[in-house]
């Protein structure tokens, strides 16, 4: 099975298709929901470029990790949206830029009513609580995202800087989102213990496999923390059946049962999830699959979680 890494490498490869669409690319949706249609928002795409003028990191946390040799543009994305009914799109800082946030910067400033980004700052760095505020204050950001995974080179998640940082979260009112696995989750709700009216937002199901069901009481033990939401993303990568990937759904249903759907949201992860899923894909899995979902919590799911989080002021 692929790691997360060959995945994120995968999916940079992957991104060439969505270059050639970015050709067919439409003007910007203007559109929020279309009459009769549950309201969509997408909760996690990613958002790069090769322009000289927003370089590429050269090194990240994710040692196997290389630069994009495609192009993966808001235009695209906002193309995509278009043709499947996706009113609003939340962007994740890419980690190919690292700690600079200028790129997606730039996108928000460009397409303010379509898009709410999350940035990536540096958890080792003690002025990580001020650069939040400025990405915060000054460029419009909607939140921060730290990365902890298991070996000891992310150790900072149990660190002295993080309390600074997820207070100055919690006083700027953003939402921490955390992408990890299950090794670190305990270290996280260390943090969401200190900081129990911080809005806490857990990726991909923390990437749990559905046959390790141990693993899985550890995320469902946050169901117990009214401001931890959690991305039921990923269905994808973590099954092992093929779609609509009947392993994940029962898994996603589990989190139903604990979380309510007022705590779940959907989201493509695209152009990560491209070689797995074709955009249209992705959102069909989530709109027309999990058939155990009433209608009012597809509709949560689908649109008006996103929006507890991410208020785009649109109702639908
Ligand atoms: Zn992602």
New binding site residues.
């Given amino acids: 099975m692929a790691t997360r890494r060959d995945l994120?490498k995968a999916?940079m490869a992957a991104a060439l298709g969505s270059a050639a669409l970015s050709r067919q690319a439409s003007a910007a949706s203007e559109g929020a929901t279309p009459a009769g249609k549950p309201l969509i928002i997408d909760s996690?795409?990613?958002v790069f470029e090769r322009n000289p003028a927003y370089p590429f990191g050269s090194a990240t946390t994710f040692p196997t990790f290389v630069p994009p040799t495609v192009d993966a543009t808001p235009e695209t994305l906002l193309a995509l949206m278009k043709a499947n009914d996706v009113a609003r799109t939340v962007l994740?800082q890419?980690i190919c830029y690292k700690w600079d946030n200028s790129y997606l910067a730039d996108v928000l400033k460009r397409y303010p009513a379509h898009f709410k980004g999350v940035c990536r700052v540096n958890p080792e760095d003690p002025a990580a609580p001020d650069h939040l505020s400025m990405w915060v204050q000054e460029k419009g950001f909607n939140g921060v995202r730290i990365s902890p995974f298991e070996d000891a080179r992310f150790d900072w998640i149990r660190g002295p800087l993080m309390p600074p940082l997820w207070q100055r979260c919690q006083a700027l009112k953003v939402p921490m989102t955390v992408?990890t696995d299950h090794s670190r989750l305990q270290d996280v709700m260390r943090l969401v213990e200190k900081f129990p009216d911080l809005t806490v937002v857990i990726?991909?199901m923390a990437d749990i496999r559905p046959d390790h069901p141990e693993q899985l009481a550890a995320l469902l033990a946050f169901a117990r923390y009214p401001k931890v939401f959690v991305k039921i993303?990923h269905m994808w990568s973590i099954s092992d059946q093929p779609y609509p990937y009947r392993d994940s759904q029962d898994q996603v249903k589990r989190l139903l049962d604990a979380f309510g759907a007022r705590r779940l949201m959907w989201?493509t992860?695209h152009p990560?999830?491209l070689p797995n899923l074709p955009y249209e894909k992705s959102v069909a899995l989530f709109r027309d699959q999990l058939s155990f979902l009433s209608e009012a919590d597809r509709q949560q799911i689908l649109g008006k979680t996103v929006q507890e989080v991410w208020p785009f002021g649109l109702t639908g």
């Fill in positions: 994120l999916g996690h795409v990613h994740i890419h992408l990726d991909h993303s989201g992860d990560v999830s």
